[in-house]
C-alpha cells in the first residue's frame, strides 16, 4: 500500500528525496512535520468555512494555500525518506 501510495505522489517526493540526509536530522522532525501538516489542513478547514458563510471567492486563495501546505507536509512527513523530511526543514 505504501509503494503504490508512493507512486502516486512521486512527483512531490522526487524532487525532494534527490541529495542526502542532513547532518541535524532528528526523527522528531518527521512527526512534527505530520503535526504542522494536520494544523495547516485545520486551518483550510477553518478558512472553506468561513468561504461557505461569506460567499466571497477571495476567501478561497487561503483554502488553497493552506490545503497545498498541510497535503504536501502529511504526504511527506508519512511516506517521503529521511532525505525528504530533511530536506523540508533545510539541511541546516
Known sequence: MKQRLRQLFSFILKPLE???VGPSYKDSHRTVLKL???LFLVL???SATALVYTGKLGALIPVLVFFGIGGVS???GTLGS???VSKM???R
Open 74 to 76: 502529511l504526504i511527506v
Open 89 to 91: 526543514w533545510g539541511n
Open 44 to 46: 483550510a478547514t477553518v
Open 18 to 20: 534527490s541529495g542526502q
Open 36 to 38: 504542522v501538516g494536520v
Open 82 to 84: 529521511d532525505a525528504a
